[in-house]
């Protein structure tokens, strides 16, 4: 048989174009179609020609004439006439092709089809180009039948597609599996917040027609619905259920407790009739009235039964497992006049849910294995382990507060208070009674200023009505200390809440003369607005376009907030607009450093963005270069993030190389010794250079303190287990960004801390004894060893 002769020409082709026979012309195309993407450039003289026959109706080879002239245009560069001549060809336009030319028009493609989904205002979106849906579904069918489900969902979530997201996970051989990737894209890439709230419903609904549900998924879909009662519901189903049901709703609620949602858990509680936060009158019962066994696990017994592990610790290694079981075990508490009687499996419910027993267990950790810090921990062991527990958050802070109506110095007092509400973080519902006493009976700024804060902190998030009038009286007293707490602790209190309040508190901030109450204004409406995405932004346009500075270096926090861990191209653009044109450098250091808070999604995108910045002539833009890097990429010890600081490490200026120390180390925290130890060597280095500048000095000693956190046992949380974003770590960076301004705001830091422990609970919420197989060398999770210093005699 005789080979093919391989055609160096098409111009023989092209002339059959011009005759009037039917059977030529069609000849013409399609031997066209087939050399087409050898002799474009031949092809490309005559094209007019070919569309002249798809304009043509009465030709009866339109489709092919279309498909010819897609390919011209391809290779012309022109995708957009390609992409037209493609839907005109239909069928003969085959989407299974894998060539080049093919899977280009198919992006482009799904680029038009997406672009036209995306408006949220449907009423606004324009009408995509029926052929355009036809090919999108065809692609749709082609992904389902080469079992390609995972690339189908895909396809459905880029395109807005409800339907045709149903359908792929309902074809799916496993709905479980490709239920719990819907689930990780939904958090992860979705951008829109609208549209994910529509997934999350579809898919909630989904999750529950299948033979076994992930009861854990369902409920962290509906914590970010904010759906309380369903949760509850839920809760209630498994406890009712068999023992391992039980277990599943333990479990649940570790991890509803782990994404630190005070007000939702309250909520949930409430629907379950459970009181998560009983009143702290029977925690500070006589002496003899707490004896009884049977008694909650708080006040006076309750720290003398959870301090047995940690004084175990002080002696060996590992506690004791009956030290270890006496502590983790809860009796059911007795009913009191305010409180039904509870069931073991709804004690222990509420003892997750309230953060008691979660807390019990990271501090038994951190004894067990701490061999660097054990005795600061000793010390501070009773304001941690209670944290949440009034009666012993007060005990611990008494010698500082008020006594029998005598005061003492105020900054001692407001410290006390302000050291409060970091115990009782997210979890202060038995304390903000004391602190708006506090609050209310004090005149003084100083004291003023450390309630607020500490109100701030207990309440986080609740939005608390009563709360945020007393934050606001003390705001309007227009004192420069108190209010600038105030406006800072109204954020900490309304948290993500996007109130109508908001507008009040930005027309306060133009009428004060008081910079810090602004600047405290600002980070409070930042907070305010957490989450919201395009919910904030009217408020981020009018902080944006405002003449003064700080309402502007506001504009840029609440940027990074409303939009943290999106990625969002809109708030990435407008950061960078600012980082490079405003004419204040606070405004341009807070807009660099906030692309850190937006990027927290996709780390390693970070350092490629700031490069550029991070060798701006200006030093401010500098160190947020640096502080960015180090909040998006904390904990990774990625190795783009560790060398774009190093330059900045030796910096001319004194504050960049404080931020650069800093955000090395928020970087590094918690990896290997092997990758820490030089880093550590130039810290040493710094702190005992006595002609070293102070600032950086400085921010070396905090730089040591972040490496070494719980004895080198705890990170920096940004993302619950369950893969949402943990509120107060993100918040408390925020506010620790601002020891620029008050250094007692690094205490913040401690807030977005997290155990690096797998702690295994047994049904009766004891440690029970197990093994885990790690086949990595003991090396890698090493402790370093201990500083020496040579003493001369």
Same mark, same amino acid.
């Given at each position: 048989?005789?080979?093919?002769? $391989?055609?160096?020409?098409?111009?023989?082709?092209?002339?059959?174009?011009?005759?009037?026979?039917?059977?030529?012309?069609?000849?013409?195309?399609?031997?066209?179609?087939?050399?087409?993407?050898?002799?474009?450039?031949?092809?490309?003289?005559?094209?007019?020609?070919?569309?002249?026959?798809?304009?043509?109706?009465?030709?009866?080879?339109?489709?092919?004439?279309?498909?010819?002239?897609?390919?011209?245009?391809?290779?012309? +560069?022109?995708?957009?006439?390609?992409?037209?001549?493609?839907?005109?060809? =239909?069928?003969?336009?085959?989407?299974?092709?894998?060539?080049?030319?093919?899977?280009?028009?198919?992006?482009?493609?799904?680029?038009?089809?997406?672009?036209?989904?995306?408006?949220?205002?449907?009423?606004?979106?324009?009408?995509?180009?029926?052929?355009?849906?036809?090919?999108?579904?065809?692609?749709?069918?082609?992904?389902?039948?080469? =079992? $390609?489900?995972?690339?189908?969902?895909?396809?459905?979530?880029?395109?807005?597609?409800?339907?045709?997201?149903?359908?792929?996970?309902?074809?799916?051989?496993?709905?479980?599996?490709?239920?719990?990737?819907?689930?990780?894209?939904?958090?992860?890439?979705?951008?829109?917040?609208?549209?994910?709230? *529509?997934?999350?419903?579809?898919?909630?609904?989904?999750?529950?027609?299948?033979?076994?549900?992930?009861?854990?998924?369902?409920?962290?879909?509906?914590?970010?619905?904010?759906?309380?009662?369903?949760?509850?519901?839920?809760?209630?189903?498994?406890?009712?259920?068999?023992?391992?049901?039980?277990?599943?709703?333990?479990?649940?609620?570790?991890?509803?407790?782990?994404?630190?949602?005070?007000?939702?858990?309250?909520?949930?509680?409430?629907?379950?009739?459970?009181?998560?936060?009983?009143?702290?009158?029977?925690?500070?019962?006589?002496?003899?009235?707490?004896?009884?066994?049977?008694?909650?696990?708080?006040?006076?017994?309750?720290?003398?039964?959870?301090?047995?592990?940690?004084?175990?610790?002080?002696?060996?290694?590992? !506690?004791?497992?009956?030290?270890?079981?006496?502590? +983790?075990?809860?009796?059911?508490?007795?009913? /009191?006049?305010?409180?039904?009687?509870?069931?073991?499996?709804? %004690?222990?419910?509420? *003892?997750?849910?309230?953060?008691?027993?979660?807390?019990?267990?990271?501090?038994?950790?951190?004894?067990?294995?701490?061999?660097?810090?054990?005795?600061?921990?000793?010390?501070?062991?009773?304001?941690?382990?209670?944290?949440?527990?009034?009666?012993?958050?007060?005990?611990?802070?008494?010698?500082?507060?008020?006594?029998?109506?005598?005061? =003492?110095?105020?900054?001692?007092?407001?410290?006390?208070?302000?050291? @409060?509400?970091?115990?009782?973080?997210?979890?202060?519902?038995?304390?903000?009674?004391? @602190?708006?006493?506090?609050?209310?009976? %004090?005149?003084?700024?100083?004291?003023?200023?450390?309630?607020?804060?500490?109100?701030?902190?207990?309440?986080?998030?609740?939005?608390?009505?009563?709360?945020?009038?007393?934050?606001?009286?003390?705001?309007?007293?227009?004192?420069?200390?108190?209010?600038?707490?105030?406006?800072?602790?109204?954020?900490?209190?309304?948290? #993500?809440?996007?109130?109508?309040?908001?507008?009040?508190?930005?027309?306060?901030?133009?009428? %004060? $003369?008081?910079?810090? &109450?602004?600047?405290?204004?600002?980070?409070?409406?930042?907070?305010?607005?957490?989450?919201?995405?395009?919910?904030?932004?009217? @408020? &981020?346009?009018?902080?944006?376009?405002?003449?003064?500075?700080?309402?502007?270096?506001?504009?840029?926090?609440?940027?990074?907030?409303?939009?943290? +861990?999106?990625?969002?191209?809109?708030?990435?653009?407008?950061?960078?607009?600012?980082?490079?044109?405003?004419?204040?450098?606070?405004?341009?250091?807070?807009?660099?450093?906030?692309?850190?808070?937006?990027?927290?999604?996709?780390?390693? $995108?970070? !350092?490629? &963005?700031?490069?550029?910045?991070?060798?701006?002539? /200006?030093?401010?833009?500098?160190?947020?270069?640096?502080?960015?890097?180090?909040?998006?990429?904390? =904990?990774?010890?990625?190795?783009?993030?560790?060398?774009?600081?190093?330059?900045?490490?030796?910096?001319?200026?004194?504050?960049?190389?404080?931020?650069?120390?800093?955000?090395?180390?928020?970087?590094?925290?918690?990896?290997?010794?092997?990758?820490?130890?030089?880093?550590?060597?130039?810290?040493?280095?710094?702190?005992?250079?006595?002609? *070293?500048?102070?600032?950086?000095?400085?921010?070396?000693?905090?730089?040591? #303190?972040?490496?070494?956190?719980?004895?080198?046992?705890?990170?920096?949380?940004?993302?619950?287990?369950?893969?949402?974003?943990?509120?107060?770590?993100?918040?408390?960076?925020?506010?620790?960004?601002?020891?620029?301004?008050?250094?007692?705001?690094?205490?913040?830091?401690?807030?977005?801390?997290?155990?690096?422990?797998?702690?295994?609970?047994?049904?009766?919420?004891?440690? !029970?004894?197990?093994?885990?197989?790690?086949?990595?060398?003991?090396?890698?999770?090493?402790?370093?060893?201990?500083?020496?210093?040579?003493?001369?005699?």
């Amino acid at each position: 048989m005789a080979a093919a002769v $391989q055609p160096y020409s098409a111009d023989a082709l092209i002339s059959l174009l011009h005759e009037d026979d039917q059977a030529l012309r069609l000849y013409a195309l399609q031997s066209l179609n087939k050399v087409v993407h050898d002799f474009w450039y031949q092809i490309a003289s005559s094209i007019a020609s070919v569309e002249a026959f798809y304009e043509d109706e009465g030709f009866s080879h339109r489709e092919l004439a279309a498909v010819v002239a897609s390919k011209v245009f391809y290779h012309l +560069g022109e995708l957009d006439d390609a992409l037209t001549y493609a839907l005109g060809a =239909g069928q003969l336009f085959d989407i299974n092709e894998q060539s080049e030319y093919v899977q280009t028009l198919l992006a482009r493609c799904l680029d038009l089809y997406t672009e036209a989904r995306s408006e949220p205002d449907e009423s606004k979106a324009p009408t995509p180009d029926p052929r355009l849906i036809v090919i999108v579904e065809r692609m749709f069918e082609r992904c389902l039948r080469d =079992g $390609q489900f995972e690339q189908a969902v895909g396809v459905a979530l880029e395109t807005r597609r409800l339907d045709m997201l149903e359908k792929a996970i309902k074809a799916a051989p496993d709905t479980s599996g490709i239920l719990k990737y819907a689930l990780t894209v939904c958090q992860r890439l979705i951008i829109q917040r609208g549209f994910r709230r *529509e997934v999350l419903q579809l898919l909630i609904k989904l999750c529950e027609a299948v033979p076994e549900p992930d009861w854990v998924g369902i409920c962290q879909c509906h914590m970010f619905l904010d759906n309380p009662a369903e949760v509850a519901t839920i809760l209630r189903k498994l406890l009712q259920g068999s023992e391992e049901d039980t277990l599943l709703a333990y479990q649940v609620c570790f991890d509803l407790f782990e994404n630190e949602m005070q007000s939702f858990l309250l909520q949930v509680g409430e629907a379950l009739h459970l009181d998560l936060h009983p009143r702290p009158a029977a925690a500070e019962a006589a002496p003899g009235e707490g004896d009884n066994a049977a008694a909650p696990a708080t006040g006076e017994a309750a720290d003398q039964e959870a301090a047995a592990p940690a004084a175990a610790a002080m002696e060996v290694d590992a !506690p004791a497992n009956g030290n270890t079981e006496a502590a +983790g075990t809860g009796a059911a508490p007795e009913a /009191n006049g305010n409180q039904q009687q509870l069931s073991p499996k709804e %004690t222990r419910l509420v *003892e997750v849910m309230s953060g008691r027993t979660p807390i019990q267990l990271y501090l038994e950790f951190l004894f067990s294995h701490n061999h660097a810090d054990l005795a600061i921990l000793k010390n501070a062991k009773a304001g941690v382990i209670h944290r949440g527990h009034l009666s012993q958050g007060r005990a611990l802070m008494a010698p500082y507060l008020p006594r029998n109506g005598s005061s =003492g110095s105020p900054y001692s007092e407001g410290g006390a208070l302000y050291a @409060l509400g970091l115990i009782h973080a997210n979890h202060g519902q038995p304390i903000t009674e004391f @602190l708006l006493q506090m609050l209310r009976s %004090t005149s003084n700024e100083v004291t003023q200023h450390g309630a607020c804060l500490g109100l701030g902190l207990a309440g986080l998030g609740t939005n608390d009505p009563e709360q945020f009038e007393e934050l606001k009286n003390v705001l309007y007293t227009d004192s420069a200390i108190a209010g600038e707490a105030a406006g800072l602790s109204l954020g900490l209190l309304a948290v #993500g809440s996007a109130t109508d309040k908001a507008g009040e508190l930005l027309a306060y901030a133009h009428d %004060t $003369q008081h910079e810090k &109450i602004i600047r405290g204004l600002a980070l409070g409406l930042a907070f305010i607005m957490y989450g919201r995405e395009e919910g904030a932004e009217t @408020l &981020i346009e009018q902080l944006t376009r405002d003449q003064d500075p700080i309402l502007r270096y506001g504009g840029m926090y609440t940027i990074g907030m409303a939009y943290r +861990g999106t990625a969002n191209n809109f708030a990435i653009q407008k950061l960078l607009h600012f980082a490079v044109s405003d004419v204040s450098d606070d405004v341009r250091r807070a807009a660099v450093l906030c692309l850190g808070f937006v990027l927290m999604g996709v780390p390693e $995108q970070c !350092p490629r &963005i700031v490069a550029l910045l991070a060798e701006s002539y /200006n030093p401010h833009v500098r160190y947020g270069a640096a502080m960015a890097v180090g909040l998006s990429c904390a =904990g990774s010890g990625m190795q783009a993030a560790v060398s774009l600081l190093e330059p900045l490490l030796t910096d001319a200026t004194d504050f960049v190389r404080q931020g650069a120390l800093i955000a090395t180390a928020l970087v590094l925290v918690q990896q290997p010794e092997a990758q820490v130890a030089s880093f550590s060597k130039h810290l040493a280095r710094v702190t005992g250079d006595k002609h *070293e500048e102070v600032m950086c000095r400085m921010g070396a000693i905090m730089a040591l #303190g972040i490496l070494d956190a719980g004895g080198r046992n705890t990170t920096i949380g940004l993302r619950s287990s369950s893969g949402y974003f943990r509120r107060t770590s993100i918040v408390a960076l925020a506010v620790f960004t601002h020891h620029w301004y008050w250094y007692p705001l690094s205490y913040f830091l401690s807030l977005a801390l997290q155990p690096t422990a797998l702690i295994g609970v047994s049904s009766a919420l004891t440690v !029970p004894k197990l093994k885990v197989h790690c086949n990595c060398k003991a090396s890698a999770f090493g402790y370093p060893p201990p500083v020496t210093e040579e003493i001369e005699h």
